[in-house]
């Protein structure tokens, strides 16, 4: 974990060329913990969206919860997008909402002109059937992140089934880096 911190701080640095991590890992490993104090780094400075799969009042009791030495909502540098809840009961969920869910981001990027994204937990969003069209949104998210030169930060769960792990290398090769956390 300090090989990680060392590598966000670097990451969270002008001066580091990375553009993108993907931190992958189990529930309850530290990926939320670890984008959260990402996000809060430099917040006086920086704008940061952190686009959430999860509630997004819990996310900002976590926040809260870490215990800042600024006030991190009054600066207003934080914008925190909760995505649309999937129902995972459904037999299938169409690819263009996956595509229109992971690219809805792009309209908040254009307004906030952030310096750095989070994007907390998509695994959710990733399930697409058609890889090839996953591969092209993939493409699509990191040439616009490099178009507005924003640092991304991803957290992916721990893929356990072939076709997660064929899933997660196509989103992997879009990226810069990746960490394992345990």
């Not at 911190?5 to 992958?24: A, P, Q, T």
């Not at 254009?110 to 493409?139: M, Q, Y």
Request: proline share 3%; glycine share 2%; net charge positive.
């Amino acid at each position: 974990m300090y090989y990680l911190r060392g590598k966000l701080n670097s990451f969270n640095s002008n001066n580091y060329d990375v553009k993108s991590l993907i931190l992958i890992g189990p529930k309850n490993s530290g990926k939320t913990r670890e984008t959260i104090n990402y996000a809060l780094k430099n917040i006086k400075e920086e704008r940061c969206i952190y686009y959430t799969s999860s509630n997004k009042n819990n996310l900002i009791e976590r926040i809260s919860s870490i215990g800042t030495s600024e006030n991190w909502q009054q600066l207003n540098n934080l914008f925190i997008y909760e995505a649309p809840k999937i129902n995972y009961n459904s037999s299938s969920i169409e690819d263009k909402n996956l595509m229109h869910i992971l690219l809805g981001i792009f309209k908040p990027i254009e307004n906030i002109k952030p310096n750095k994204i989070v994007l907390d937990e998509i695994t959710p969003f990733l399930n697409f059937s058609d890889l090839d069209l996953l591969e092209k949104v993939s493409k699509k998210i990191s040439l616009f992140l490099n178009y507005y030169k924003i640092k991304a930060l991803f957290t992916l769960s721990e893929p356990v089934s072939q076709r997660a792990k064929l899933i997660s290398e196509i989103v992997k090769k879009e990226f810069s880096e990746s960490y394992y956390l345990t």
